[in-house]
Nanobody, 113 residues
Framework: VQLVESGGGLVQAGGSLRLSCVVS???????????LAWYRQAPGKERDFVAR???????NYADSVKGRFTISKDNAKNTVYLQMNSLKSEDTAVYYC?????WGQGTQVTVSS
């Protein structure tokens, strides 16, 4: 099982980014039923929960991102997304995909104020 994130970058405050995480090495049914999540880690801080999706539509979010971030998945592509809108400087971090007892390598998101 491998998780590979992409989509990070540098964006101005108020802007948007969409992160992707492709999950390989699992069947479609395994991808569909398992929980997948995004976490983030800012410099000098612990890795924190951002958002989770279970099955097709059950989601939950950290309070700090509610109303701004949306997690979704494309079962046909074994891919989970994190749409991030109204980005703030405090969203700057390395974002990690998590699921099936695996972590991705992370993708850097930097928000300039």
């Amino acid at each position: 099982v491998q998780l590979v994130e992409s989509g990070g970058g540098l964006v101005q405050a108020g802007g948007s980014l969409r992160l992707s995480c492709v999950v390989s090495g699992v069947s479609g049914i395994i991808f569909r039923v398992n929980a997948l999540a995004w976490y983030r880690q800012a410099p000098g801080k612990e890795r924190d929960f951002v958002a989770r999706i279970v099955g097709g539509s059950t989601t939950n979010y950290a309070d700090s991102v509610k109303g701004r971030f949306t997690i979704s998945k494309d079962n046909a592509k074994n891919t989970v997304y994190l749409q991030m809108n109204s980005l703030k400087s405090e969203d700057t971090a390395v974002y990690y995909c998590n699921g099936l007892s695996r972590w991705g390598q992370g993708t850097q998101v930097t928000v300039s104020s």
